[in-house]
């Protein structure tokens, strides 16, 4: 039996107020993530179960009970606030998906301040931008990644604080390095843990948007509501469960369903922090017995490719229930996952904006292979028309997404950027920024995003930070960036650019190029291809004219560009 049994049955007077039962909270109460996922289990008498089970390079693993958590989330909650951060003050997490990022998340929140992970993968310019948004008080890295901290600390007057959690004391620290080391630290038992209330923030995630720099989400504790029934209504996770999520915490489903989901629940999780490949993946599952696996289409589409021979060398009957995000899964994909493990991915779809997931399938429920189904109990979903924002009544007719914005994880703001997230609402709705259709059983297809943004792997990548990092490259004079059709990434970059003079156009120089983007920003940032222009598509009052490169790329007709030149 399924934890959300019938769809219909829990739509009907659904509250949100069935999780905070479940959760012993009240309106008005201390809510506290960290203690919750945590504290609180081992409080219902799972203080020896184990929470993680950790595997790195070569097989090497570690393991970790509620009770470890709760006492090194306790370490960590301490020795911050020894270091002098204040609650609400900003503290990065940026490492591999060592267990220390997961540990170190909840003793962030525990003191009462905002966590702030980011990608590892990173470079310095990335990290530099998102930490100087969030005026970021301490950042938490490891050794592998300080040269890139080292590099931008003199434009960082406010960052005061670079833990090293796996300092070996070979070379010297610097000004404001600190080791700290979780396990050998004196182990905390008692924390006051900080009265954080439901509007207290928790959480300060980086998305991409087409124009500017990145925005940071801000989410509060009280996003445990909808994570946690979520969780349990959708990924369906139950007492004996091992489950996985492959994302990385540095983005958020790697937060609300690979660290506050599954332990506010009390479920043992496992964490495979190696690159990918479809051989390790699949040893991973049968080594640890996974029985929940939450994924993305573009994993799914890569172990599509690497064939169902590799399938049948694994024992994989541990498998019980499939689910993914990210970018849209196509029917293929759904097709192929029931016919070699069993059973279909289902499909997810939600943002870092809504904290949770919004519209999905369910244990039990009908499939349709490509669609995304239906809105979670308690959310309120339409289809707007792109002009007048009014609901689009005709059954397969595509519009824009629009929620009401009502449930509890959903962003309190864009950090230092009111006026971009105002812009988020229109009529009482939230709009998410993608196009859907709804058939006449009240299933959401995905049509498309309604933006230049681009989504590589299930990575939202900004156009606009690429063009304004390629033009830092000495050889380039302009630059305009689209995505272009994968069959694995479904998009990657693609950089069209013309040169200064004195500069040649060369397979050398281009990937001189990619790598200087690579290193400044990050791999999925780093165009696939740059194809040199002798001018770039522009409208008369000189602005590049992305959407018809865009068109180029897609083989779609470009129109009449002078419609264009306006709007562009
Ligand atoms: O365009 C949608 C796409 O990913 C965007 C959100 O990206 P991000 O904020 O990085 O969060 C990703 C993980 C929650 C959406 O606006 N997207 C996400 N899930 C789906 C999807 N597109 C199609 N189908 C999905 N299931």
Redesign the pocket.
């Known amino acids: 039996m399924s934890n959300i049994g019938s769809y219909e049955e829990r739509n009907k007077n659904f509250d949100w107020s069935i999780a905070e039962k479940e959760l012993n909270y009240k309106n008005g109460d201390v809510i506290n993530i960290g203690w919750y996922c945590s504290d609180r289990i081992c409080e219902m008498g799972k203080a020896n179960k184990l929470a993680l089970v950790w595997e790195g390079l070569g097989g090497i693993e570690k393991k970790y009970t509620f009770n470890d958590i709760r006492l090194k989330s306790n370490t960590i909650a301490a020795f911050l606030k020894n270091l002098g951060i204040k609650n609400e003050e900003r503290v990065c997490l940026f490492m591999d998906k060592m267990p220390e990022l997961y540990i170190g998340f909840l003793g962030i929140l525990k003191m009462g301040a905002i966590a702030q992970p980011l990608f590892s993968a990173f470079g310095d310019e990335s990290l530099h931008v998102r930490l100087d948004n969030a005026q970021t008080t301490a950042i938490i890295t490891q050794r592998k990644h300080v040269s890139k901290v080292r590099k931008i600390v003199d434009r960082m007057p406010y960052l005061k604080h670079i833990v090293i959690v796996d300092y070996d004391g070979k070379k010297p620290l610097r000004e404001r390095e600190i080791s700290f080391s979780m396990d050998e630290a004196k182990q905390v038992e008692n924390f006051d843990i900080f009265p954080t209330k439901a509007e207290s923030p928790s959480v300060l ?1 980086y ?2 948007g087409t124009t500017g720099q990145p925005k940071g ?1 801000k989410h509060v504790h009280y996003s445990l509501i909808s994570q946690y029934l979520t969780t349990k209504w959708v990924l369906d996770l139950q007492e004996d469960d091992i489950y996985w999520c492959t ?1 990385d915490p540095g ?3 790697g937060t ?1 369903y690979g660290i506050i989901g599954p332990w506010s629940l009390g479920i043992t999780q496992c964490v495979l922090d190696t690159g990918f490949s479809a051989e390790s993946w699949y040893k991973f599952i049968e080594k640890r017995k996974i029985t929940m696996w939450y994924s ?2 573009t994993a799914i589409r890569s172990l599509m490719k690497a064939g169902n021979e590799i399938i049948k060398q694994h024992d994989l009957s541990s498998l019980r229930h499939l689910a ?6 196509n029917a293929e994909a759904v097709i192929w996952s029931e016919k070699v493990f069993g059973k279909a991915f289902l ?8 904290g949770s ?1 919004m ?2 399938n369910f244990p039990g429920m009908k499939i349709k292979p490509g669609s ?1 189904a239906k809105p979670f109990p308690g959310i309120t979903a339409t289809i707007l028309d792109p002009d007048t924002y009014k609901e689009i009544m005709e059954p397969n007719k595509p519009g824009l997404i629009g929620f009401r914005p009502d449930w509890p994880a959903m962003m309190r703001t864009y950090w230092r950027n009111e006026e971009t997230y105002n812009k988020k609402f229109v009529n009482g709705w939230y709009i ?3 196009r859907s259709t709804i058939d006449a059983d009240g299933y959401f297809w ?1 049509v ?2 309604d933006d230049d ?1 681009i ?1 590589t792997g ?3 990548v900004s156009p606009f930070e690429v063009e304004s990092a390629l033009l830092e490259h000495e050889s380039v004079a302009e630059s305009a960036v689209v995505a272009k059709p994968d069959e694995v990434n479904m998009e990657v970059v693609k950089a069209f650019v013309t040169l200064k003079p004195g500069y040649e156009a060369s397979d050398d120089l281009e990937l001189q190029i990619m790598n200087f983007i690579r290193k400044k920003l990050s791999p999925l940032a780093m165009p696939q291809e740059i194809e040199y222009m002798k001018t770039l598509p522009k409208t008369r009052s000189g602005k590049i004219m992305r959407r018809v490169l865009h068109a180029k790329e897609w083989g779609e007709e470009i129109g009449d560009t002078s419609t264009l030149e306006d709007d562009e």
């Open positions: 995630h998305t991409s989400v994302a983005w958020v489903t609300s993305a289409p993914s995000v990210g970018e849209p899964l499909d997810t779809y939600w943002q870092t904006e809504t997931i519209l999905t995304m998410p920024g993608d995905f498309g995003r943004v989504n299930g990575h939202l």
